[in-house]
């Protein structure tokens, strides 16, 4: 199974950026997606996260401005974030878990980080 994400660059405060996360491979069915980011000198966290019946949540620094979604037949998640702020500046990490194959073992896994930064 393989996490390909995209969309990260360069956008100016109060811009908005959009990120995708496609999943392929051996997959039977997917728990839950979501999206990670880790800034220089900070831990990892958690910034939203969609369930195959479509609950979410997110970070309480990111609510009203990102919104996260998922197309379940496609295996595809996608993180809007709009009025970005400087601080949003960070490597994003799609992931996806409970991601059961046609042979009934589950796992997780994470896709490649993708650079969003966010200029003053």
């Known amino acids: 199974v393989q996490l390909q994400a995209s969309g990260g660059g360069l956008v100016q405060a109060g811009g908005s950026v959009r990120l995708s996360c496609a999943a392929s491979?051996?997959?039977?069915?997917?728990?839950?997606m979501g999206w990670y980011r880790q800034a220089p000198g900070k831990e990892r966290e958690l910034v939203a996260i969609?369930?195959?019946?479509?609950?979410?949540n997110y970070a309480d620094s990111v609510k009203s401005r990102f919104t996260i979604s998922r197309d379940n037949a496609k295996n595809t998640v996608w993180l809007q974030m709009n009025s970005l702020k400087p601080e949003d500046t960070a490597v994003y990490y799609c992931?996806?878990?409970?991601?059961?194959?046609?042979?009934?073992?589950?796992?997780?896994?994470w896709g490649q980080g993708t650079q969003v930064t966010v200029s003053s």
């Open positions: 969609i369930t195959s019946g479509g609950s979410t």
């Open positions: 992931f996806a878990e409970g991601v059961r194959d046609r042979l009934g073992y589950v796992t997780a896994y």
């Open positions: 491979g051996n997959i039977f069915s997917i728990n839950a």
